[in-house]
């Protein structure tokens, strides 16, 4: 297992166009997080799920956006009509669920998002 | 939302001197907390994972410290090297982390 993948690295699209991003996780980690980082702040949760389930979903995520984790594997995120707040860094996070969540998380490389 | 404090925002040392800088926290429900070092163009890493008060965890020449009670964790680097370059992000846990904004270190030849 080579630790948690995200394509792509980076992804530059036109404001009001949709984009995907993908996340694989460390295959034994049942919980996956993403993360959304702007400059200058520390990252901010967006959702997460536990196998395939969406446990929590931030407020700050608007209907624009939409994640998924078909079969408990990878995850996708979605942005659908994205707009220039929307640029930012978008992490993904590997756990095994613990109490407390006394594991550290694996993250991924990020996909740095554009919108212009 | 949670506040999670980090001071100094950013700092340059001179290589081989020895710096140390804060995480402030809630005190109250206290779960865990976690640090990461960020490199730019990688992955954040886990460091460590602190969970008793009075913990004090290394990692070669890094360590840190903490206190629930008061709601602070230390991070401590012992004579900086160039590869110590990062920005270090504390993070509270819940069922989620909940991030500072990070205290970015430059360490200067």
């Known amino acids: 297992d080579t630790g948690v993948s995200q394509n792509p690295r980076h992804k530059i699209t036109k404001r009001g166009q949709n984009v995907t991003f993908r996340c694989d996780p460390i295959s034994e980690h049942n919980r996956l997080y993403w993360y959304r980082q702007t400059l200058g702040q520390g990252p901010e949760f967006l959702t997460y799920f536990q196998n395939e389930a969406q446990l929590e979903k931030s407020r700050l995520l608007s209907d624009r956006f939409s994640a998924e984790r078909p079969k408990g594997s990878f995850s996708t995120l979605e942005i659908q009509r994205t707009e220039q707040g929307d640029s930012a860094m978008y992490l993904c996070a590997s756990s095994l669920s613990s109490p407390g969540n006394r594991y550290g998380y694996t993250f991924g490389s990020g996909t740095r998002l554009t919108v212009v | ?109």
């Open chain 2, 1 to 109: 939302i949670l506040n999670v404090e980090q001071s100094p925002q950013s700092l340059h040392v001179q290589e081989g001197d020895s710096t140390n800088f804060t995480c402030s926290f809630p005190s109250s429900n206290f779960y865990a907390l976690h640090w990461y070092r960020w490199e730019t163009a990688k992955s954040p890493e886990a460091l460590f994972v602190m969970t008793l008060n009075g913990d004090e965890k290394k990692k070669g020449r890094i360590s840190a410290t903490l206190n629930t009670k008061e709601g602070y964790s230390y991070l401590y680097i012992k004579g900086s090297q160039p590869e110590d370059s990062a920005t270090y992000l504390c993070a509270f846990v819940d069922y989620k982390l909940s991030f500072g904004a990070g205290t970015t270190v430059t360490v200067r030849a």
